[in-house]
């Protein structure tokens, strides 16, 4: 370790998430800290997740093994392990335990960063910096494609192009709304008790009327990690199931089902946002599509709060609506 100075991020989570820990890193650079990321053991334990960040074309100084050890007092010779069992640990870190913005963190020297950081108030004296670090053009590029089963040169890969071209020139060409439905582990009863209720199908209905009112014709475009079950939700034709008070007619074409293959989260997020408004989810996933789109006069709408049980008033940006139902 070249000082005391050095501030260690732990990368964890999904896109979203990673995406804050490095606005986060790109903060600590600005403020001339000597900044590494950890982009190991926040994935030790998650076998669904990786590091993403290289989608971007974005690199970072790691964080070597000696220097995270060092940092979190975990060496395996014996004398350290001795003296932990007598003493205690000597841990330089610190876990996020609230949601609330802590400038505070800023002012800490050689310690360990575990945490999601989510909000922008971390990272606005860089806001220029981390959008052009998140340019959501390299996510559509072709040669980007780099899982194993779509190799660049593929027809896997060649049709996945074709399928997100294909939504590209809808998004640009319509009065488009992304419109981010998150299922799949917002459901698990563990889950539920966080995310729960918020995000709830009278949120959907209220704004989708906000966005039809103020955009006439304007068409939805929905994003979800449930595809099957909004396809039931919704006909071919685009027609909601229970339109209610909109005919049949009315309805018909307006929302458009986003289905790429499983495994195009990348390219499903530069799609999301080229979308010219926005209804978000209580994801991190929504929240930086929507952040990321340059629209001067883009609509944002959001459910009234983000976690249960937890203060989140920090999440919302000024560019944020919220829709209570």
Not at 12 to 37: H, P, R, S
Not at 182 to 197: I, V, W
Request: aromatic content about 12%.
């Amino acid at each position: 370790m070249d000082g005391e100075n050095m501030v260690i991020i732990q990368l964890a989570g999904g896109l979203g998430n990673q995406m804050f820990q490095y606005a986060l890193y790109l903060q600590f650079q600005n403020l001339q800290k000597e900044v590494k990321i950890d982009d190991v053991a926040g994935f030790v334990e998650d076998e669904k997740r990786d590091p993403a960040l290289s989608a971007f074309g974005i690199t970072y100084e790691k964080a070597d093994p000696k220097e995270i050890e060092q940092m979190l007092d975990a060496s395996l010779v014996f004398w350290h392990r001795v003296r932990r069992k007598l003493f205690g640990r000597k841990r330089k870190s610190y876990f996020e335990e609230d949601k609330r913005f802590k400038p505070e963190i800023f002012t800490w020297d050689d310690i360990y960063l575990e945490g999601y950081w989510q909000t922008e108030k971390y990272f606005m004296p860089v806001a220029n910096q981390v959008r052009a670090a998140f340019n959501v053009d390299r996510l559509l590029a072709a040669q980007n494609i780099s899982q194993d089963e779509k190799m660049p040169g593929t027809e896997e890969s060649r049709t996945l192009q074709k399928q997100v071209q294909g939504y590209l020139r809808e998004i640009t060409d319509t009065q488009s709304v992304s419109l981010h439905i998150r299922r799949g582990d917002y459901l698990t009863p563990e889950n539920q008790a966080l995310f729960g209720g918020i995000c709830t199908e009278a949120y959907y209905q209220e704004a989708m009327r906000r966005m039809r009112e103020q955009y006439p014709g304007c068409r939805f475009f929905l994003f979800t990690n449930d595809k099957e079950w909004a396809k039931e939700q919704f006909t071919d034709s685009g027609v909601r199931k229970e339109a209610g008070r909109r005919t049949a007619e009315e309805a018909a074409g307006d929302v458009i089902v986003v289905d790429l293959p499983e495994g195009s989260d990348q390219e499903e997020f530069a799609l999301m946002s080229k979308c010219k408004h926005h209804i978000l989810a209580n994801s991190s996933f929504s929240w930086w599509a929507s952040y990321l789109n340059p629209n001067p006069v883009k609509t944002i709408l959001v459910p009234p709060k983000w976690l249960n049980g937890w203060d989140c008033q920090d999440f919302y940006r000024d560019d944020m609506q919220k829709v209570s139902v």
